[in-house]
């Protein structure tokens, strides 16, 4: 794609990582093909091509965004299945991320909007904050009715992914040290998240259970909190640099102490945000290095699994499990096999999800801000998985798990909830034994 930045715009780091960018895109438009949003709707300007023509247009007459760009990246569920397509190699990614900064810095939303994404930055990365809501919202729940289309439909969409009881927290979610069964083969800190530990407080403790059983050593550090995810698809660079920083301290820390193999999530959406804060702190002098080593070192739960030989139980649960890939894991972080392997490698027959590389319409806080289209991705999803005729369905997203929950009475549980029943743990809360179809 040829441009025309001027040296005086190029001389600003942002702008000429854009430019070198936007150079890659050569227009062929694979990445329609599997844009959510184009699929769907069928506009040019919905697709990752169009969004990039709005965004070069914007940066090389070097104006504030306008209400039709922003309208066109707000529908952006930045999936990256457009990533995985793309022959060029565009890292639209990183482009699109900084087109929601200079959103943020450039336009002034509607009040209500403005209000909205401030509640949900100031509620959803802290767990506390979090659970109060989820509280509020199911004793409210009987009142959803009455907000009717209210912004947009935006606010019954809360009330339908709220869930409808909410467990109690997990010790396991508190700052400590879990020691490993037996010799230690592994210490890896866990990231225990923000919006999982309100939402499934039991994954976190199936992955310590599954991984200490097998020799590692997994802290939840000190100080260690939101990965800044949430903050940072709504634009918000400066705070989601901040909870980066933070994490980056806490897990620094620990690595000069004892050392670090790893750190490990357990939520896909998380990871993708956690792998690439080498790029986020990349202008910070005193983070930047720190970042990059930090990055490097984080690991999915599954990744972590697929390296320790698991010990599957003689006789394992087995069952009919349809796999459903999210797109953090599959296009975010390219872990694409692990997953299944683990499943099929514990007694499970696996089945995957056709059109699996379409969004479930979770996307962070897409499902709450975009209600309409990604209610329109999730009955897609739920129509594919349906094909498939599951008893379980697993995923490696809180996100998605909340999203294809809410349409399904066919329980969906995290992977590592699978692997650790399979290992010798509890079944997972959320199946009831009629749920199992033995093959």
């Known amino acids: 794609m040829q441009t025309e ?48 023509y709005l965004i070069k247009d914007m940066l090389e007459n070097d104006r504030p ?117 037996g010799t230690r083969r592994r210490r890896v800190a866990l990231l225990a998240g923000c919006a999982q530990p309100a939402l499934k407080p039991e ?23 939101c990965c800044g995810a949430l903050s940072h698809h709504m634009g918000k660079e400066a705070a989601a640099q901040a909870m980066a920083r933070a994490n980056i301290d806490a897990w620094w820390r620990l690595h000069q102490d004892d050392g670090l193999d790893a750190i490990v999530t357990t939520t896909s959406g998380c990871g993708t945000t956690l792998k690439d804060y080498a790029h986020l702190l990349a202008r910070d002098p005193a983070y930047a290095d720190k970042a990059a080593s ?4 984080t690991r999915d739960v599954s990744e972590i699994c697929a390296d320790l030989d698991l010990a599957v139980a003689d006789v394992p649960p087995g069952g009919r499990v349809t796999y459903h890939a999210a797109c953090s894991l599959q296009h975010g972080q390219k872990v694409t096999e692990a997953p299944k392997q683990l499943l ?32 329109r991705l999730k009955a897609r999803k739920l129509g594919n998985i349906a094909k498939t005729e599951p008893a379980i369905i697993a995923a490696g997203n809180i996100g998605c798990m909340m999203q294809i929950g809410s349409g399904t009475e066919v329980p969906v549980v995290h992977t590592v909830e699978l692997l650790d029943w399979a290992t010798g743990g509890p079944r997972p809360a959320a199946l009831e034994p009629s749920s199992i179809a033995a093959e």
């Open 65 to 181: 965004a306008t209400a039709n760009l922003v309208k066109h990246v707000d529908r952006c569920l930045s999936c990256l299945a457009c990533t995985t397509t793309c022959p060029s190699g565009v890292d639209y990614m990183h482009l699109i991320d900084g087109a929601r900064a200079r959103i943020e810095k450039t336009y002034r939303r509607p009040l209500a909007d403005r209000g909205l994404r401030a509640l949900l930055a100031a509620i959803l990365p802290y767990p506390g904050r979090f659970r109060l809501a989820l509280l509020a919202a199911s004793l409210a729940r009987p009142f959803a009715g009455l907000f009717g289309q209210a912004l947009n439909g935006r606010i019954a969409a809360m009330f339908r992914l709220a869930p409808k009881y909410l467990a109690p927290p997990a010790a396991t979610d508190a700052p400590a040290t879990h020691a490993a069964a």
């Open 203 to 225: 994954i976190n403790a199936a992955a310590i259970r599954l991984l200490t059983r097998h020799g590692v050593e997994v802290v939840v550090a000190e100080g260690a909190g």
């Open 344 to 375: 099929r490698g514990a007694g499970f027959t696996v089945t995957e999800v056709p059109e699996g590389h379409l969004c479930c319409g979770s996307a962070g806080t897409y499902n709450l801000l975009q209600p309409a289209i990604a209610e």
């Open 294 to 297: 930090l990055a490097a070192l």
């Open 5 to 52: 930045f001027t040296l005086a715009q190029l001389a600003d780091p942002a702008v000429a990582e854009a430019e070198s960018i936007l150079r890659k895109c050569v227009h062929c438009g694979f990445c329609t093909a599997t844009c959510p949003t184009y699929v769907l709707l069928g506009d040019e300007l919905d697709s990752p091509r169009g969004r990039i």
